[in-house]
């Protein structure tokens, strides 16, 4: 059973667009939400977080939404370059329920940016 | 060093060989996560570390599993008797307490064929 479901597999989009890259999950006790990036025989890399008190945040070209009721997530990315396309990873845990903050992945959605 | 890293980057291993596998978290991170990525997944939790202690290990997949950080830095991933089912990515990350709402940074992780 996922937890954290990123439904869309792949996104493509046009250099100096918006990318929106959705994650929604199932387990109500997360409280803190990560998105990383991924390049191909490399390991994640963090990009932007976001506490469920808040509903944004933003870091550059880079801005999570968040959404508690309906328990869902977005990162917007404007405008996309091409140094963008990597597979992008929604993760979450519950750092206030159990003795660790262990991370529940999505399956990933590969953003390709066209030049 | 600066980052996680992780030895062999790749192992390719005959089905019952047993396999090693080395992580080198941040220096001062007191909590070190094992996850597991198998081809077109997101990934897995496998098991946690505070200092040389392991407080989670619900998501080893068998008992031919093992790890160990017999000094609280350096952490090793065993798996004996290997299986192909084993094949996939293995992730190391660490991150400065484990707790809370912390960002974990990943190694570049070990990707490991079993024929």
């Known amino acids: 059973d996922q937890q954290v479901k990123q439904n869309s597999p792949s996104l493509s989009v046009q250099e100096g667009r918006i990318s929106i890259l959705n994650c929604d999950y199932t387990?109500?006790?997360?409280?803190?939400f990560l998105w990383y990036k991924k390049y191909p025989a490399e390991g994640p890399t963090f990009l932007i977080s976001?506490?469920?008190?808040?509903d944004k945040n933003e870091d550059g070209r880079f801005t999570v939404f968040l959404n508690k009721s309906a328990k869902h997530l977005s990162l917007h990315i404007v405008p996309s370059q091409p140094g963008d396309s990597a597979v992008y990873f929604c993760a979450a845990s519950a750092p206030y329920t159990g003795a660790n903050s262990k991370l529940t992945f999505g399956k990933g959605i590969t953003l390709s940016v066209r030049p | 060093g600066a980052g996680v890293s992780q030895s062999p980057r790749y192992k390719v291993a005959k089905r019952g060989q047993d396999v090693a596998l080395r992580c080198d978290p941040i220096?001062?991170?007191?909590?070190l996560f094992w996850y597991q990525q198998a081809l077109g997944q997101g990934p897995e939790f496998l098991t946690y570390f505070q200092n040389e202690a392991q407080l989670d290990k619900s998501g080893l997949p068998s008992d031919r599993f093992f790890a160990e950080r017999p000094e609280g830095s350096v952490s090793t991933l065993k798996i004996q008797r290997t299986q192909q089912e084993d094949s996939a990515v293995y992730l190391c990350a660490s991150s400065l307490a484990g707790t809370g709402e912390e960002t974990q940074y990943f190694g570049p992780g070990t990707r490991l064929l079993v024929l």
């Open positions: 220096s001062g991170h007191v909590s």
């Open positions: 387990n109500s006790m997360f409280d803190y």
């Open positions: 976001i506490s469920s008190i808040k």
